[in-house]
């Protein structure tokens, strides 16, 4: 104790030095592009007359300009409402096959465990970006062998790209891609559960099924609840799978999700500064929807903790 | 003393992050001159193009040009856009025409007409009216063309016992021929991926979208001719003369390549991508002009076509002009982009080049493929293009994919291209002449 008094003012500093890095790196490439974000979302461009030739084009402050235009624009709204669709359709569908999957592979005899579990989780390990092109593939009327199949028995072929079930057909790109990795996480807490609940509840007389449903589940909540956040904000930001899947096909507009909207205002129209309102908006929605989440399950699943 | 080293810390870091947010305004790019030696970076995306650079770069040795590949078109106006405002732009880009005004509006190149002089003469007006935006103005020297023209299969044509359309409306009655013929065929497909082709089809019929009228904009994206265009395609559509899948998809190259598609309407460059995504039906094909709106008009529109630009940031401009000038008009140097690059030249010379004087390897049977093309480039209409042909290009795809998709008019769709164009022109503080 004496050594550390005497040193301490080194002592003190240490923490800092410590935290140096996490906060150069977080202030570096998390802090200063939002920062910066959040300073374009005010400016805009004023062009004059023809807006050819030298100093004809400058950017100037805009006030809250870009946000009244990214709320009151319907394409925007229309985007977020699809999206919500997509969100209501993916996340019970995602995470219910991830949490069966996951039950499944801890019941006490599984064989082919390690390889059904790889199998499983192989998908998340695709590329969003490929994964949507080899499904697009598939649903391509043309080429898929579902229709060819179809056409050969004579039945009616579906075109699963038409504007009625593209947004299924973007899920179920997801649901592929996304239940493996929730799945290892639900597995993987399974996993760490002692042993020894479960041998005396086989000697209180439970089956398998029960105590899957009324020792595993209850335990699992936590995990149940970080993967539902995390596919929370995955949702909101989906992006790759439907923009891929768009040069394929008409019935996906440039403006489909709202992130595909920032992407077509930054990169194909050269607004950078309504795409930065629309993704502080974003941004904040999402804050909004994984907090309020957060404290809705933490009220109603942790309340006895508090 | 500790708090003041955490400050310190703190302080740091949130100087590092400003140095590094304002620290490229003092950059000077990676060009310049060392020792008398002149140094030019060029980003461009044309195969092969190092090509002529090489053969430059021997003949020139006090001024060396340096490639940087780029991936395309439509990429590299976005990334010269943040070059110019990081302060490190190349001196040379090659640009699609239809991107000229955008980056000139953004005062990413340079106006050479200074250093240009006689150079207006070697190309046809349609072609030069492309990089002076219709103003005295130029920003670039153009490279390639790319006149439209129609592409179709000789055997099925056969077959069917089609004749090859001279105009329209034979066009349209042929598509319907095939219809009945081969109900799994379709003679082409209406595509609203691709607003380039579109807009080609358009000039054809002799549309202006943009023009200049003194310090303001004309915007005239639904005018009659185009709405002529879109009813017409329209029409085919709805009654189902012909197919509405875009191009450029797998089911596309697929239909091309087992003959569902029996023509495309494209341009000279056509052969490379049939080549490229059908090639099993080498020597199948055959090029005509594009079907006319009155007959015995001998019109185009183009499709694509690029230019080399200088940037306004170069320190080299009358360095980076002169390349950029002989690489695109002379000679040798034509032969090479013709040879190497698959770029049909917009230097009038240049399209009668020794190097043309074969068809495409994917038109065997065509002998007189270039010397038709060169008949045909002369009727390509002028074009002005706009400072947001990015914006129009993006609503055409959604209006015209809806318009598909609900089956409405395309008419419709042709109105909120303008719409949306002139609201975005507006927005941003360009002057538009009603």
């Known amino acids: ?306 | 003393m500790t708090r003041s080293l955490g400050a310190k810390i703190v302080a740091m870091v949130l100087g590092a992050g400003l140095v590094a947010a304002c620290g490229s305004d003092s950059d000077d790019g990676d060009s310049g001159t060392t020792g008398g030696k002149v140094e030019l970076s060029f980003w461009a995306w044309a195969p092969n193009i190092e090509k002529v650079l090489d053969k430059w770069n021997a003949a020139n040795p006090d001024i060396h040009v340096t490639l940087s590949r780029q991936a395309g078109g439509g990429d590299i106006v976005t990334k010269l856009l943040t070059a110019h405002k990081a302060g490190n732009p190349p001196d040379l880009a090659q640009v699609e025409y239809q991107s000229l005004p955008t980056l000139v509006s953004n005062d990413v190149l340079a106006d050479i007409a200074k250093e240009t002089g006689d150079t207006k003469g070697k190309f046809a007006d349609g072609v030069w009216q492309q990089v002076t935006l219709g103003t005295d103005a130029v920003y670039g020297i153009p490279q390639d063309a790319g006149p439209m023209m129609l592409y179709y299969r000789t055997d099925l044509f056969q077959q069917h016992g089609l004749t090859v359309p001279k105009t329209w409306e034979e066009f349209a009655q042929t598509a319907r021929t095939v219809r009945t013929k081969a109900p799994k065929q379709y003679l082409t497909t209406f595509s609203a991926k691709d607003p380039g082709w579109f807009s080609g089809l358009a000039q054809q019929a002799g549309a202006a979208w943009w023009g200049v009228d003194g310090d303001a904009w004309k915007v005239n994206i639904n005018d009659a001719a185009t709405k002529k265009v879109a009813d017409y395609w329209g029409g085919l559509v709805s009654e189902g003369a012909i197919d509405d899948q875009p191009m450029y998809t797998p089911e596309w190259n697929k239909a091309l390549n087992d003959g569902t598609l029996l023509a495309w309407p494209s341009a000279i460059w056509g052969p490379g991508v049939l080549e490229g995504n059908a090639p099993d039906t080498k020597g199948k094909w055959a090029m005509a002009p594009l079907p006319q709106w009155t007959a015995g008009e001998s019109k185009t529109g183009n499709w694509g076509g690029s230019s080399t630009g200088v940037t306004a940031k170069s320190k080299n401009q009358s360095a980076a002009v002169k390349f950029a000038t002989w690489m695109n008009t002379d000679a040798a140097a034509t032969e090479v982009l013709i040879r190497e690059c698959s770029i049909y030249p917009a230097a009038r010379d240049a399209q009668a080049s020794p190097a043309l004087s074969q068809p495409p390897a994917f038109f065997p049977a065509q002998a007189d493929f270039y010397a038709q093309a060169k008949q045909i480039a002369e009727g390509a209409a002028g074009v002005t293009w706009g400072p947001n042909v990015n914006v129009t290009y993006q609503v055409y795809q959604d209006a015209f994919g809806k318009a598909i998709t609900q089956k409405s008019p395309f008419g419709a769709a042709v109105d909120q291209m303008q719409s949306a164009t002139v609201a975005d022109m507006q927005k941003n503080g360009f002057k538009v002449a009603s």
């Open chain 1, 1 to 306: 104790m004496t050594v550390a008094t005497n040193r301490r003012g080194r002592r003190t500093a240490a923490p800092y030095v410590f935290l140096a890095p996490a906060v150069l790196l977080f202030s570096l490439f998390i802090l200063l592009p939002v920062g910066y974000t959040a300073y374009l979302s005010l400016r805009k461009v004023q062009v004059k007359g023809l807006g050819l030739g030298r100093g004809a084009r400058s950017e100037v402050f805009a006030g809250l300009d870009n946000y009244q235009r990214a709320i009151t624009d319907s394409e925007l709204w229309s985007g977020g409402l699809r999206v919500l669709l997509y969100g209501l359709l993916l996340l019970p569908i995602m995470l219910g096959l991830a949490l069966l999957f996951a039950l499944l592979l801890d019941r006490p005899r599984v064989g082919l465990r390690r390889f059904s579990r790889i199998s499983i989780f192989l998908p998340y390990a695709v590329p969003a970006v490929i994964a949507s092109m080899l499904w697009g593939f598939l649903y391509l009327p043309a080429m898929s062998p579902l229709n060819y199949v179809l056409d050969r028995l004579g039945l009616p072929e579906p075109n699963l790209l038409s504007p009625g079930s593209v947004l299924f057909s973007i899920v179920n790109i997801a649901v592929w891609g996304g239940v493996g990795f929730n799945m290892i996480i639900l597995y993987t807490s399974l996993r760490a559960i002692s042993p020894e609940i479960y041998e005396s509840a086989r000697i209180d007389g439970c089956s398998e099924l029960q105590i899957a449903l009324r020792i595993k589940i209850p335990l699992l909540i936590p995990a149940i609840v970080m993967t539902t956040v995390f596919s929370l904000i995955v949702t909101v930001q989906v992006f790759s799978e439907p923009l891929t899947v768009r040069s394929l096909t008409t019935s996906i507009t440039s403006t489909w999700t709202p992130l595909m909207k920032v992407y077509r205002d930054a990169f194909a129209a050269n607004d950078l500064y309504s795409a930065a309102a629309t993704s502080i908006l974003l941004a904040a929605i999402t804050l909004v929807l994984s907090f309020g989440f957060l404290r809705f399950v933490q009220r109603r699943a942790f309340g006895e903790d508090r």
